[in-house]
């Protein structure tokens, strides 16, 4: 094990119990839209309940399902390997889902070149980033 470099923090750096757990919560919106608004951090622990929660409500609802990300402050490659399998249902689906990404997905989903495919057809909308300019990944 390495070094903690923080020494007000104790105990193992992957302790689930230090770190904010996922939460998802969804909202019933007009013409049958919903709103996943996640917050927290999504792991290899949550990302299997992000996946279970989206697909339900793809089916539940019948209009655009909007995932929103910007309040999640870590996710790793299997939150990226999640919001992958989400698309992958809504396309299948020909469901629309749109994605909006605070910095830790939108930087996580740059750094991976995922964007196009998270963006694809039938989102409506781009990935974005919160800050000064919008950032458009390619299409």
């Known amino acids: 094990m390495f070094p903690n470099p ?3 923090r104790h105990g193992d750096p992957l302790d689930r119990a230090e770190q904010p757990p996922m939460s998802a919560c969804v909202t019933p919106g ?3 839209s919903a709103t996943i608004a996640v917050s927290g951090e999504i792991d290899v622990h949550d990302a299997p309940d992000l996946c279970n929660v989206a697909v339900t409500a793809m089916t539940t609802y019948r209009g655009p399902v909007t995932l929103d990300l910007t309040a999640v402050t870590f996710c790793d490659c299997a939150g990226l390997g999640a919001l992958i399998h989400i698309r992958r249902q809504a396309l299948r689906a020909g469901r ?6 605070g910095r830790p997905v939108g930087h996580l989903i740059q750094l991976t070149g995922t964007g ?7 989102s409506g909308q781009p990935v974005t980033l919160p800050s000064r300019q919008t950032a458009r990944l390619p299409t």
């Open 30 to 32: 007009a013409h049958g």
């Open 96 to 101: 629309r889902l749109l994605i909006r990404a």
């Open 6 to 8: 923080d020494p007000t």
């Open 116 to 122: 196009p495919y998270l963006h694809g057809p039938g």
